[in-house]
């Protein structure tokens, strides 16, 4: 039904303009004794359904009738090019296939074509009105093409294309055709050959559940919009119009009046034109005239009398061969076009009447003046008004205390990101509403935001001002400006002039590692391998926070709720409002007790004194989250289980580990990998930070076990006893599915 309703929005133009062709109907279209149509589209000369009817070879036009039940088609010269529309302005518009490029889920090739058109002497493809299109989410498309022999030039090919990706769904955009989902560009000017050729990137892997093809054609712009709903099976023999030039012969119009008998424009009130696009020449009537140019009486003179968009007479029209002229009713009189036409009775003169208009103009002069004035002077007032307001916003948001920082550091870290204005951030999150909230954080709201050109942003907008919430905003800047890696959210801008500062990141739109784990619904995607490359990206990220760095930096609030996840489930480490640059010169800093209860480091609350072991024992809560599913503070559950951290602990300590691991997770080819990670999970568990392992030996680990793991746990008899040394005999009582979908069974 969609598909049906596209190709209708696409050949109503079409339809219509050829009904404004026919309506042309007190003027002879063909030949006499010709017929003029095909089904409902008008043939008119020079093209003829017959040799004797059309004015050479390149303008027959085969009408071919399948069955009664069906319409008449006609085509171009015996050829296989469909013409929907004939028109005298020297164009015509041709039904093309679509290419497509199709994939099965599991990556291999379907279906596809390469479909081409061939054009005739005398013919060429429009290079204004058409434009090449590919639409898809893993697709790159080329057109080739051919520019035939016009005035004795050899031919020439020519390639030229674009990309159209795109990760979910919701990235496509009404009307938008930039390279998300859909992507245009020109084509080359005079060509009579176009071949179109579609390629996959990646077979369609990564987007199969939505999106399986790839389309690819040269079409009219202006009847083709793209649209997410019409985002589907374009190839089941839709065809769609190209817009072709067409002229008399190859050449111009000085080289065809030297031989009279072959000339075309045959009318004598018509008029030869070299057009700027296409072959050949035209033929037009003249002004004050329409028709067929190319028939002997084919212009006949338009009566503009009869229209009054046609004339701008003001009394009475009279009209002549080719044009009209204007009078005036009797007992008045005008300028020789017939306007004005005042009476011809001289008025007498009043000096009182004079006085009273001269008063009347003096006053409305003087009344609009002080309008003008006034309003100049309100505009004026509110325009320092405005940049008072924002020159305050911008101390009040840390605007001198950033200046401050930055002279400290590199002076570049500005010019890497965008300064938005604050009308800019408010457009795109139509005024910070509530429906374009993403997230609430300890100091701020995200927000989703859409700019003019539809990129798609997070926009972090701080909670009321105060003075250490700015500390914290301007400590975000600043940490974020400097750090680079593909595992923490990027930095694109921020802005000052608002009446709280506001960040500008990168969107990542499959939500938080939180919301990943612990909603029902998207927790059974994520699979143990998903989880462990989640581990391993985010052990990464601190590994190059606390060693890699230029400055050593402590995120000091790493949560599950502070990764964001994207489409492909990439981790990206987010909120550095607490995050603190460590010194070179000192390995511990003592600060205010801040982060988040169930994460929080207890050697660091006892001591405030914050280190990088601080982040380790967070990172070891998130890692028993991915491996238990559990909240790191669940207070609707018996007292013993309230703490994760602790819960977790005492499994391992009564040989129960697998009675808490969530089971979607666990089967005979992960339980290895399970038993690796909770080991090391219980290291970074330490109260004591001297016995946590660092972040850099955290993720080593962590990558060797996503690579093939270092150890291979129980492969004989003395690793299986080393395991049930350290978690319980009561392993073997455990019973895991092959496909890690099942439920496990544990005795009681």
């Not at 993720?699 to 350290?726: P, Q, V």
């Amino acid at each position: 039904m969609a598909i049906n309703m596209f190709m209708f929005l696409v050949l109503l133009p079409i339809i219509f303009f050829s009904k404004s062709v026919v309506s042309i109907s007190n003027f002879s279209l063909a030949k006499p004794n010709c017929k003029d149509h095909c089904g409902k589209i008008p043939i008119p000369y020079p093209f003829g359904l017959t040799e004797e009817c059309s004015l050479n070879k390149y303008f027959l036009v085969t009408c071919n009738k399948i069955s009664r039940y069906h319409r008449p088609k006609a085509y171009l010269m015996n050829s296989r090019t469909q013409i929907s529309n004939i028109s005298l302005n020297g164009q015509i518009r041709v039904l093309q296939e679509i290419a497509h490029d199709c994939y099965a889920p599991n990556g291999t090739f379907v279906s596809g074509n390469n479909p081409g058109i061939t054009l005739p002497d005398h013919y060429t493809v429009n290079n204004t009105a058409n434009k090449f299109t590919v639409i898809g989410c893993d697709t790159y498309g080329h057109v080739h093409t051919r520019r035939g022999h016009v005035h004795g030039s050899r031919g020439h090919n020519y390639m030229t294309g674009c990309a159209a990706t795109c990760d979910t769904k919701d990235d496509l955009v009404e009307g938008s055709c930039t390279g998300i989902g859909c992507c245009q560009t020109l084509i080359p000017k005079g060509i009579s050959f176009v071949e179109v050729k579609l390629r996959s990137f990646d077979n369609y892997a990564f987007v199969n559940d939505f999106s399986n093809c790839g389309y690819g054609f040269v079409v009219e712009e202006s009847v083709f919009s793209f649209s997410p709903q019409k985002f589907a099976n374009l190839r089941d023999g839709k065809k769609l119009p190209l817009v072709v030039d067409w002229g008399i012969k190859n050449e111009s119009c000085l080289e065809a009046r030297k031989s009279m008998s072959s000339y075309a424009c045959k009318s004598s009130n018509s008029e030869c034109s070299d057009p700027s696009s296409g072959p050949g020449y035209r033929c037009f009537c003249k002004k004050g005239f329409e028709g067929n140019p190319y028939l002997p009486q084919g212009c006949q003179d338009i009566d503009e009398c009869k229209d009054p968009d046609l004339n701008d007479c003001e009394y009475h029209c009279e009209n002549e061969e080719g044009s009209y002229k204007c009078s005036c009713p009797k007992g008045y009189h005008g300028d020789k076009d017939g306007h004005g036409c005042p009476r011809d009775e001289p008025r007498e003169h009043d000096p009182e009447l004079e006085l009273k208009l001269k008063l009347v103009a003096g006053f409305a002069l003087g009344i609009i003046a002080l309008i003008f004035v006034a309003s100049w002077t309100y505009f004026e007032l509110r325009r320092r008004k405005l940049i008072k307001m924002k020159q305050t916003f911008f101390l009040q948001n840390g605007g001198l205390l950033l200046q401050e920082k930055l002279k400290k550091r590199d002076r570049s870290l500005l010019e890497m990101v965008k300064i938005f204005t604050s009308s800019e951030l408010k457009r795109a999150t139509n005024n910070f509403h509530e429906s374009m909230i993403i997230g609430k954080g300890g100091y701020g709201t995200v927000y989703k935001g859409v700019l003019q050109d539809n990129k798609i942003l997070a926009i972090k907008k701080s909670k009321e001002i105060d003075p250490s919430q700015i500390e914290q905003f301007i400590n975000e800047f600043i940490i974020l400006s400097q750090v680079r890696h593909r595992n923490i959210v990027r930095l694109l801008g921020c802005c000052l002039e608002a009446q709280v500062p506001l960040l500008v990141y990168e969107f990542i739109g499959n939500g938080t590692l939180y919301e990943n784990i612990h909603t029902k619904d998207k927790s059974r995607f994520l699979s143990w391998e998903k989880r462990l490359k989640i581990a391993a990206e985010t052990a990464g990220v601190l590994s190059y926070l606390h060693s890699a760095a230029s400055t050593p930096i402590i995120h000091r609030d790493i949560k599950s709720a502070n990764i964001l996840l994207d489409a492909l489930f990439t981790a990206k480490v987010s909120d550095f409002g607490t995050s603190r640059l460590v010194p070179m010169d000192r390995a511990q800093l003592s600060t205010m007790v801040q982060g988040t209860l169930g994460y929080l480091d207890p050697e660091y609350m006892q001591t405030s004194q914050l280190t990088e072991k601080s982040d380790v024992y967070s990172f070891g809560v998130v890692l028993v989250e991915l491996l238990t599913g559990r909240k790191a503070l669940s207070y609707d559950k018996p007292e013993e289980e309230i703490n994760l951290t602790n819960f977790f602990l005492y499994t391992l300590r009564k040989d129960r580990l697998f009675e808490i691991i969530e089971g979607n997770i666990v089967c005979d080819e992960t339980r290895e990998q399970i038993i690796e990670v909770s080991k090391l999970a219980k290291k970074c568990l330490n109260v004591r930070g001297e016995d946590r392992p660092t972040m850099k030996e955290v993720a080593i680990e962590l990558d060797a076990l996503r690579l093939g793991g270092r150890n291979s746990w129980a492969k004989d008899e003395d690793d299986r006893e080393e395991i049930e040394s350290r978690f319980g005999e009561g392993l073997d009582s455990v019973s895991f599915s092959d496909d890690c979908s099942d439920s496990i069974t544990v005795p009681g």
